[in-house]
């Protein structure tokens, strides 16, 4: 069974900072993937993802994130936090049967 | 399109009362799904429909809670009796027919107390 892991669960990062959010997943085949974002008291929103073919995928918001088969990761990124991309951030897995599966989600604080 | 649009946003009511959950999902898609989501277990699956149809139900708790998805425009989810450890946020997403993406609607915010 496909299963996600986000080892992170809280991250804080200054405004203007690199941001690496880890995602690795457990599945047989290659998934579809997927980053969504959780503003407080919002529903989910989907940021990218990765179906095939180049394996850095670029996203709403400046995000991107990239699949690597090889450590069956696939991390969010983005050069430069804003202030407003405080949220709770969810990694996800599809099996291409409407069976997705949601990692537990990593908390994002930016400091001023 | 408006996206998943779903009803009420909030909802307080007494342990043993019913709740229904409504949900039209966004035009064009013909996968429907009711997550519900805790600090404690996180965004869970409870059911989900293709074409109307339930396909797994797998993650619905109990026998409290059912679904229903009358038309491709419309779906609710009822908890009878509501308990207490119910409260949730619980959501509607929508997905197209060839793809695997899913739109999340706002959720609803469920207080049972």
């Known amino acids: 069974a496909q299963s996600v892991t986000q080892p992170d669960i809280h991250i804080t990062v200054s405004e203007g900072a690199s941001l690496e959010l880890r995602c690795n997943y457990s599945?047989?085949?290659?998934?579809?993937l997927f980053w969504y974002v959780q503003s407080p008291g919002q529903g989910l929103q989907l940021l990218l993802k990765?179906?095939?073919?180049?394996?850095l995928v670029q996203g709403i918001k400046g995000f991107e994130a990239e699949f690597k088969r090889s450590q069956s990761s696939f991390n969010l990124r983005k050069p430069s936090v804003h202030w407003s991309d405080a949220a709770e951030y969810f990694c996800?897995?599809?099996?291409?049967?409407?069976?997705?599966?949601f990692g537990a989600g990593t908390r994002l604080t930016v400091k001023p | 399109d408006a996206g998943v649009i779903q009803s009420p946003r909030h909802e307080v009511t007494e342990m043993g009362q019913e709740v229904t959950l409504r949900c039209k999902p966004i035009?064009?898609?013909?996968?429907l799904f009711w997550y519900r989501q805790t600090m404690m277990r996180g965004l869970e699956l409870l059911i989900y429909?293709?074409?109307?149809?339930?396909?797994?139900d797998s993650g619905m708790p109990e026998d409290r809670f059912s679904a229903k998805m009358p038309n491709a425009s419309f779906s609710t989810l009822k908890i009878q009796p509501s308990e207490p450890r119910d409260s949730a946020v619980y959501f509607c997403?929508?997905?197209?027919?060839?793809?695997?993406?899913?739109?999340f609607g706002p959720g609803t915010r469920l207080l049972v107390l």
């Open positions: 997403a929508s997905g197209q027919p060839e793809g695997e993406t899913q739109y």
């Open positions: 599945y047989g085949a290659t998934p579809y």
């Open positions: 990765y179906f095939s073919g180049d394996t």
């Open positions: 996800a897995v599809g099996a291409g049967n409407n069976d997705m599966r």
């Open positions: 035009s064009g898609h013909n996968s």
């Open positions: 429909f293709n074409n109307n149809v339930p396909i797994d």
